[in-house]
């Protein structure tokens, strides 16, 4: 058997990892084609794309293969779900040293495949391509079922603010993992694959929410882009978010506020809303603020002030993760 994807080739390579994949009934004709056919009932796609380059959003070290297929479909499955619809496909565009083991990129593809089916979605074609480094490019779809998109810009004076998910754990995991440690577990697990609440994007949009986004560069920085989108001032309150005692104990070891990864951390694709005042949220819907306004200048504040710390990741600005 060859071992490497140079070794095997394009055309074999593209045999080994379509052979992995599976089906759902959205999918009307799947890899092999010039072009996948998705059912689209609504008529309407959602479609979002992301990158994720090695080095910049993920170390082999760190993460196994599987890992990384994990993490870079849901991060695209998590803005899907953001939008109030639900997931349906994934397209695949994925850049590889020759020598980079055919193992390798057919566990990355079973972290894909396994992610989309815990969405529901499934992987529907793609393409690979000879480069240097290894860089995942997926492109996800998702059908509204005859809903409105719940956008960024409908926030409104008085809405609440309440986030269901994790915050701060991948960015805990982070620290921990910068630091040559593998514990605690769960956050490190955090980091290399987040576990975005799917089933929260649709179920918020039945609720009302006005706005809503996922957050993948840090609540403060995604809010913000609620805030100017809708024209408001969204203010949070530090007293009613939750730290697990084990992110005090990073945050202690480490010297960091642990509120600054919950306010600044991403990566861990909570879903994050605002909804009317007398809505009745679920129980793992927790809320954390309010919307204020309409405002001249549209800014997240924590606890009535301008937030002091870092804004959130910066793909131009921050370090490597």
Sequence with gaps: MKGTVGEL???????????????TPAVRLGPGDDAAVVAAPDRRVVASTDL????????????????????????NL??????????????????????????????????????AQVAGAAVVGGDVVR????????????????????????????????????????AAGHAVLSRGFRSPRAFVEAHRRPEPPYHAGPAAAGLGATAMTDVSDGLVADLGHIAQASTVRIDLRSGLVDIP???????QAVGIDPLQWVFTGGEDHAIVAT???????????????????????????????????????????DAET
Excluded: C, N
């Excluded at 005692?245 to 945050?251: A, E, F, V, W």
């Design 245 to 251: 005692s084990q992110m005090s104990d990073i945050g």
């Design 131 to 170: 480069g240097d480094s290894i860089t995942v490019a997926i492109t996800a779809l998702g059908d509204l079922r005859g809903h409105e998109p719940v956008t960024r810009s409908g926030a409104h004076p008085g809405d609440i603010v309440a986030y269901t998910g994790w915050l701060g754990w991948s």
């Design 275 to 317: 909804f009317p005042p007398d809505v009745k949220l679920p129980a793992r819907w927790k809320v954390i603020g309010e919307v204020l306004g309409p405002s001249a200048q549209p800014q997240v504040t924590v606890d009535g002030a301008p937030w002091t710390g870092d804004g959130g990741w910066d793909h131009f600005g």
């Design 52 to 75: 994720l380059l090695e080095g910049r959003h993920f170390r082999r070290d760190w993460s196994t293969a599987y890992d990384v297929g994990r993490k870079s479909a849901a991060q």
């Design 78 to 115: 998590a803005d899907i779900a953001a939008m109030g619809a639900v997931p349906t496909a994934l397209l695949l565009g994925l850049v590889v040293p020759a020598q980079l083991p055919v193992t390798w990129a057919a566990e990355l593809m079973d972290g894909i495949r396994d992610e």
């Design 9 to 23: 080739g394009e055309f074999g390579l593209i045999d080994r990892l379509t052979s992995r994949l599976t089906t």
